[in-house]
């Protein structure tokens, strides 16, 4: 007999299913109606992090997250602002949330979603990519020891080696991504995620967008966010995080989410 949350459909009748932490913090809310729930970010201040989510990978340890392979994740979702009017990063899927309050990874970074940066960010992982727009995307750092992560959180912050660090990340990481930018972000699409413990298949409106092998195979939990971050990272870039005003406001709005762990 399946387990009650090998499939989860939120259609947000009755408000949000009981399986979604709501967290909200900052100049952000949290709205729903009937059919609806909607992310916002209103008069977000430079320096303070502003973040509307919801997510189940606050409810255990990121090495004891609930997702694995091989399922699907549907989400019918909309934006108030196209790709590069919209500000600070967005998105929704699964990741292990590997970051502290601090800023310190405590676990390599996983992730398989749909993630949109603005253009004050630089995020590709992979070379010759624009770092910022709407993306179909995982990240694959598979594990680590705590002991390992402490080390290179401390390498980390020193001067001038956060490149080399990166350097070595790429040896060990697998990252995939592919820009939508004919998706239109504003008009209601349906987005699809079929992982699988060789490959990932993403696809916009029922037809196939990108697909890429040796995705994430650690647990993973679900989210679904914006937020007023905006981060350079990657192989051969300097590390930088900020969090920006926004004043105007922003929002994501989710029609439904639907996961459905396949036999």
Known sequence: MANATDFIEDRFIRGFHPRWVRFAIGHSEIESAPGLARLIIDGAVEGQLSD???????TAPRWDLHWTPPLTLTVRARFSHPAGALRGTAGFGFWNDPFDWSGNV???PNAIWFFYASPESDMAFVRDLRGHGWRAAFLNGGKAD????????????IPAMNKLIFAAAEKRMDAAE???DEVDMTKWHEYKIEWRADQAIFAVDAVEVFRAKNPPNVPLGFVAWVDNNATTMGPGKDFSFTRIAIAER???ELAYVKIERDA
């Open 52 to 58: 509307a989510e919801i997510d189940d990978h606050r």
């Open 178 to 180: 592919f820009l939508l």
């Open 250 to 252: 922003e929002w994501m």
């Open 146 to 157: 705590r002991v390992t992560m402490a080390v290179g959180n401390a390498l980390f912050k």
């Open 106 to 108: 405590q676990a390599p």
